[in-house]
T-cell receptor
Framework: EPEVTQTPSHQVTQMGQEVILRCVPI?????FYWYRQILGQKVEFLVS????????KSEIFDDQFSVERPDGSNFTLKIRSTKLEDSAMYFC???????????????FGDGTRLSIL | SQQGEEDPQALSIQEGENATMNCSYK?????LQWYRQNSGRGLVHLIL?????REKHSGRLRVTLDTSKKSSSLLITASRAADTASYFC???????????FGSGTRLQVQP
């Protein structure tokens, strides 16, 4: 069964450094998402992306965050100047439907654990 | 806030017993989905129920949805030790693409 893959599985970075988290969504999927889960807390939505544009973002997704689809397969989340509170598990997800409103499930990757020192 | 709650927060049962988890939300929704998360791993999609559906089955899973009460439940029948995980409900609010997640239930199935 097709999977969403994320790399790296664990990233350790010094505070203030830039980090790029990578995702390969399922190949025929058109809507992509990033979520994060701080240890012991709920999963929180960050941003959704369709047709090379951000379609929706949360309050968490401020100017230090950016997303990009640099080629036909990868979807990246960049954090420009990391803070201690950015430490979390970051999940990429994708869904098949082009409207984003239909009743298709979102498929998640295994996540990248980001640790800021 | 569009957040909701899940209860119980933790549930410990014996293998073979049924496990019921409840989810409440606060907005109108397009659908509600249940996910499983093994410790330190990703979210595995279990089942999706649409806002115009009341009940759905998939193998040992049974999901109900009551939109008038803004609540859903997940029943796992004949539980197995391998069902030990955290279970999250997540709903798609009407007019939005993103999922809003509940706080999750940690299920422990004792062999």
């Amino acid at each position: 069964e097709p999977e969403v893959t994320q790399t790296p599985s664990h990233q350790v970075t010094q505070m203030g450094q830039e980090v790029i988290l990578r995702c390969v969504p399922i190949s025929n999927h058109l809507y992509f998402y990033w979520y994060r889960q701080i240890l012991g807390q709920k999963v929180e939505f960050l941003v959704s992306f369709y047709n090379n544009e951000i379609s929706e973002k949360s309050e968490i997704f401020d100017d230090q965050f950016s997303v990009e689809r640099p080629d036909g397969s990868n979807f990246t989340l960049k954090i420009r100047s990391t803070k201690l509170e950015d430490s979390a598990m970051y999940f990429c997800a994708s869904t098949e439907d082009w409207t984003g409103y239909s009743n298709q499930p979102q498929h998640f990757g295994d996540g990248t654990r980001l640790s800021i020192l | 806030s569009q957040q909701g709650e899940e209860d119980p927060q933790a549930l410990s049962i014996q293998e073979g017993e049924n496990a019921t988890m409840n989810c409440s939300y606060k907005t109108s929704i397009n659908n509600l989905q249940w996910y499983r998360q093994n410790s330190g791993r990703g979210l595995v999609h279990l089942i999706l129920i649409r806002s115009n559906e009341r009940e759905k089955h998939s193998g040992r899973l049974r999901v109900t949805l009551d939109t008038s009460k803004k609540s859903s439940s997940l029943l796992i029948t004949a539980s197995r030790a391998a069902d030990t995980a955290s279970y999250f409900c997540a709903w798609r609010p009407t007019g939005r693409r993103a999922l809003t997640f509940g706080s999750g239930t940690r299920l422990q199935v004792q062999p």
